[in-house]
């Protein structure tokens, strides 16, 4: 049985996918591994079909057009037969003993005829040059070795919102709610974590340091540069997510409160990058978005706009907008992201 489909979106990932590859790969025959070539230009097709030569039954390959990293994770999905489902982006890595351990507990729930709609575990930022890996964990938000729901969480601190790193999928609960992630757009992931929250009934968090984050190529999308010069893709995965939800249709309050600061996040990251491409277009395009989510939502609108996040985040005047930019760097020096 295959208890977890691997989608592995590759572009132009020839200088270090197989790293990604051969971590999974000691999943042996219960694992699949879903190589989608985006339309690389480089050996990365090569490379993928070398491997699902050599290991068939484990491997396969997906040539597609290019169509950005969302769209492969569609092409993933699409394909998966395993009954979980996870991400791993071709320059990063999974932990051997996590991966053994994640498995393990599959194959109780299998044996007990039970399953889980969402499986946390820790991620870790690998980060070039870092002396000390920075961990993030869950311990204190969820509660741990018992199945649990929505209403059993505790608060999240800034740095623990579940991203895709961190998330296992039940492979159907993604198929039957249609995730579709938009086509040749950056930043997709949140919409990946954020959309199916609602269908989520049955969660478990597993205390390992499951997935590796690299962080330090130059090309990296997560790069601040790189982020800044994409800044309207990452305004229109805000607006995405603004778009999917009305919050006073989520019934869960724990849920809904959770949802909330995910979208106070979003929205300080859209804005911190406008304020720091010190671009007056930009700080227009700020004010336009804090506007498009009042019209949206008005409820939600006051409870983002007025917390601590969407204050910090527009203070008036160019102090303001320094003070901002300070608080910026203490939260990034602190999480160790970017």
């Known amino acids: 049985m295959k208890y977890i489909s691997f989608a592995i979106p590759c572009f132009n990932s020839e200088a270090y996918m197989e790293k990604a590859i051969e971590s999974i790969l000691k999943g042996g025959e219960e694992v699949e591994i879903i190589i989608v070539n985006d339309g690389s230009k480089d050996n990365t097709s090569q490379i993928a079909h070398r491997y699902e030569a050599d ?53 109780k729930l299998e044996a007990n005829g039970q399953s889980v709609d969402m499986l946390i575990s820790n991620y870790v930022y690998e980060k070039e040059g870092a002396p000390r890996k920075k961990v993030i964990h869950y311990r204190n938000a969820l509660p741990q070795d018992t199945f649990f729901k929505w209403e059993d969480t505790n608060r999240f601190r800034l740095d623990q919102y579940i991203l895709m790193h961190s998330v296992i999928y039940r492979t159907d609960l993604l198929k039957v709610g249609q995730l579709r992630l938009p086509k040749h757009t950056f930043y997709v992931d949140n919409i990946y974590v954020y959309y199916p929250l609602p269908w989520v009934r049955r969660m478990y968090y597993l205390d390992v340091d499951f997935y590796r984050y690299f962080i330090g190529r130059e090309d990296q999308s997560v790069n ?27 019934r869960n309050k724990k849920l809904r409160r959770y949802m909330t600061n995910y979208l106070a996040i979003m929205m300080t990251i859209s804005s911190i990058l406008l304020i720091r491409s010190k671009d007056e277009e930009n700080l227009q395009k700020k004010k336009e978005l804090w506007q498009y989510l009042k019209r949206k939502d008005l409820r939600t609108y006051f409870k983002i706009r007025y917390g601590i996040l969407g204050q910090t985040m527009n203070i008036p005047g160019s102090s303001g907008r320094k003070i901002s930019s300070l608080a910026y760097n203490v939260a990034r020096r602190l999480v160790g992201f970017n």
Do not use: C
């Open 224 to 250: 601040e540069a790189n982020m800044i010069r994409r800044v309207d893709q990452q305004i229109f995965v805000t607006k995405s997510m603004i778009d999917q939800y009305e919050m006073g249709e989520i």
């Open 55 to 107: 290991y068939p039954g484990i491997v396969r390959v997906i040539d597609k057009e290019n169509g950005g990293h969302g769209d492969a994770v569609n092409a993933g999905l699409d394909n998966a037969t395993g009954k979980y489902f996870k991400v791993v982006d071709s320059d990063d890595w999974v932990d051997e003993y996590s991966l053994f351990t994640i498995l393990d507990f599959f194959r």
